[in-house]
């Protein structure tokens, strides 16, 4: 079965500073998909990211970035320099590799991230 | 372009009550998902529907059911209502030619 482990429940940081968020994923599969969504308070999932099994390069966006490492299971995201508007609930999410169509997404319990002024 | 709506966005009912809840995908998606959320935990996928037919679905029991239109809109029917049903109802939708989802802004329902 799949599962996905996000062991921060709430974390605080001062603007303009970075903060990790960790995840760790486990699937009997060998291709799979890894997602990272934010949840503000209204409620609505953003989608951030989506990277497949096959693809182990880190990934930055502007002040994001993402370490996936298959070796560890994990798929760590970086917030450089944090904003306030940062502040959400971060999930990390796992599916299975579709040939067409999307995939049911298994979610992780998700990391309250404040940044404070 | 309209996003994803979902209706309505609370909704309160009793123990033993059913309850419907509707989502309209965005405009050229032709699949809906649908996810419970309970408070502090990440979204549990429900099941999905594509065609006007359940394409997969999740660990829920059979009290919740739910139907495509020819238009692509949803309904999600849930029966029977328990108190642990309370939670948000989240809607996605998807191209069956892609793969990303696209989120609603959800349904709080309370049951009392």
């Known amino acids: 079965a799949q599962k996905v482990t996000q062991a921060q429940t709430e974390i605080s940081v001062v603007e303009k500073e970075d903060v990790t968020l960790d995840c760790v994923y486990e699937t009997r599969d060998t291709t799979y998909y890894l997602f990272w969504y934010k949840q503000p308070p209204s409620g609505e999932l953003v989608f951030l990211i989506r990277?497949?099994?096959?693809?182990?390069q880190n990934e930055i966006s502007g002040r994001y970035s993402w370490n996936f490492q298959k070796s560890t299971s994990s798929f760590n995201f970086t917030i450089t320099a944090s904003q306030v508007v940062d502040s959400a609930v971060y999930f990390c999410a796992l599916s299975d590799f579709a040939q067409g169509g999307s995939e049911k997404l298994v979610f992780g319990k998700g990391t309250k991230l404040t940044v404070n002024p | 372009d309209a996003g994803v709506t979902q209706s309505p966005t609370h909704l309160i009912k009793t123990r033993g009550q059913q309850v419907t809840l509707r989502c309209s995908p965005k405009?050229?998606?032709?699949?809906v998902s649908w996810y419970q959320q309970a408070l502090g935990q990440g979204p549990q996928f429900i099941f999905q529907?594509?065609?006007?037919?359940?394409?997969q679905r999740g660990n829920f029991p059979d009290r919740f059911s739910g139907h495509q239109f020819p238009n692509y809109s949803s309904e999600l029917n849930v029966n029977a209502l328990l108190l642990g049903d309370s939670a948000l109802y989240l809607c996605?939708?998807?191209?069956?030619?892609?793969?990303?989802?696209?989120f609603g802004p959800g349904t709080r329902l309370t049951v009392t």
């Open positions: 405009s050229g998606h032709d699949t």
């Open positions: 996605a939708s998807s191209s069956i030619r892609g793969w990303e989802q696209y």
């Open positions: 529907y594509y065609e006007e037919e359940e394409r």
């Open positions: 990277r497949n099994s096959f693809d182990e």
